[in-house]
């Protein structure tokens, strides 16, 4: 009669041995499951202190294309105003320069302070901190200069995890 090792090791170990030669081939198998588990996402927010004692809160840099080359953009909130800051000149001849958080209704710009800064204040800026700490991610879309040819708009998407912490933090040590 032909037996196998498995068969004759389960014959001399008996039912514990059995247990822990099959625990022993099971670690192995759930630590390989586990290594494909998602990691929790980074916050995606940080508080940065300015000169003159104020801070700002600023989002992850975003890269999108401004109809010509790459280039990136940026959220930065105050206790008074959101901007989206970028390397590139914005153009908003159009009055279509917004921010969407989730599924709520677009918050438009209040317009531009300089070439590369799009200004969000009063009741747009106040309104988008609210949203920010209810929400996950806001769709900035932006439109770039020069206005002809006309690229249309371009937009990025930024996460809002970690944004309220920040907003507590900043409210909490920046006063």
């Not at 940080?46 to 109809?67: I, M, P, Y």
């Not at 769709?139 to 002809?148: A, I, M």
Request: net charge neutral; with cysteine; charged share 20%.
């Amino acid at each position: 009669m032909c037996r196998s090792a498995v068969a004759l090791s389960e014959d001399l170990l008996g039912g514990a041995g059995r247990m822990r030669s099959t625990v022993w081939w099971w670690i192995p198998a759930l630590s390989v499951g586990l290594l494909g588990a998602a990691t929790p996402e980074k916050d995606a927010w940080t508080l940065t202190k300015v000169q003159g004692g104020g801070c700002r809160l600023e989002a992850d840099k975003g890269s999108l294309t401004d109809g010509y080359q790459k280039t990136s953009a940026q959220i930065r909130v105050t206790a008074t105003e959101v901007r989206v800051v970028s390397e590139s000149t914005f153009d908003d001849t159009k009055g279509d320069l917004q921010i969407q958080v989730d599924k709520n209704e677009a918050v438009k710009s209040d317009g531009l302070d300089g070439p590369k800064a799009v200004i969000f204040k009063g009741p747009a800026a106040a309104s988008l901190v609210t949203q920010f700490k209810a929400g996950l991610k806001a769709n900035v879309t932006l439109r770039f200069w020069p206005t002809w040819p006309e690229t249309g708009t371009h937009s990025m998407v930024v996460s809002l995890i970690g944004f309220t912490r920040a907003w507590d933090e900043m409210q909490a040590s920046c006063r």
